[in-house]
């Protein structure tokens, strides 16, 4: 037995080994190449995912750059309704009140009235064979003539512009616990005048009350000189007395 040799084969399995180790590198290349797609897909997601935030916070803290057009249009007439007002708040003419301007063309029309005085005095008494002279004094009159005809003209046509004018004076007091408001109205017929007027001549400053509920009308408590016109209901549903609106009209009332 000890002369028997023992034989055995030897199989070279290097190119499997190499075989099988390119599989693996080519699975992991592949592995790796597919988590580098994945990641950059996610990489441009968060991105433009970033850009569209950054955009919508921009929107959000600008909203006054996003005007719709009408919204400019109305901005647009506001702006003008604004400068054309401003251009009536400017005098023209040196009008600086109406009152000033009446006083101005008075003023004008009085110096013409000397004038023309003056004129009618030397034609008088001129020579009557100074034809030249006189026919130059006849133009000079006649012009200034028709200056002061322009000037009357101008001061009826300001007088023409005046409009009524009404203010009012309001306080608020109780009747009896009922929550009421004393009016006076003060007319000016004439705007120019500091004081109220009327162009008839009747007292131009009036009173009323006006009661804060739908079931009771305003009372006319007149002028200095008149009586309130109190009706009846008034009276029952305040329970209040004649006496009372006429107290009320001489401490509430702005007559004086």
Not at 16 to 29: C, H, M, P, T
Not at 44 to 67: E, F, N, Q, S
Not at 214 to 229: A, M, S, V
Request: proline share 3%; glycine share 2%; charged share 35%.
């Amino acid at each position: 037995m000890s002369d028997d040799k023992i034989q055995y084969d030897v199989h070279d399995y290097s190119p499997v080994n190499k075989y099988i180790e390119d599989q693996a590198r080519l699975k992991r290349s592949a592995s790796t190449w597919r988590y580098a797609k994945a990641t950059a897909l996610i990489l441009v997601a968060v991105g433009i995912l970033t850009v569209l935030l950054a955009w919508a916070y921009y929107l959000y803290k600008k909203p006054h750059r996003l005007v719709s057009l009408n919204e400019i249009e109305d901005r647009i007439l506001s702006n003008e309704e604004r400068i054309i007002n401003n251009e009536r708040k400017i005098p023209k003419d040196n009008e600086v009140n109406t009152s000033t301007t009446e006083n101005n063309l008075k003023s004008e029309i009085n110096k013409k009235d000397q004038k023309i005085l003056n004129l009618e005095e030397k034609l008088k008494n001129i020579d009557k064979q100074d034809t030249e002279i006189i026919a130059e004094l006849k133009k000079n009159l006649e012009d200034i003539k028709n200056e002061k005809k322009k000037l009357q003209e101008s001061l009826y046509e300001k007088r023409q512009v005046k409009t009524n004018v009404i203010h009012f004076q309001q306080i608020k007091t109780k009747l009896n616990n009922a929550d009421v408001t004393v009016t006076t109205r003060l007319y000016y017929d004439d705007p120019t005048n500091l004081s109220p007027n009327k162009s008839d001549g009747s007292d131009p400053i009036e009173c009323y009350v006006t009661f804060n509920r739908d079931d009771l009308q305003k009372i006319e408590l007149g002028t200095k000189n008149e009586p309130p016109r109190v009706s009846k209901y008034h009276m029952e549903t305040l329970g209040v007395s004649f006496k009372d609106f006429v107290n009320l009209k001489k401490s509430k009332c702005q007559l004086n």
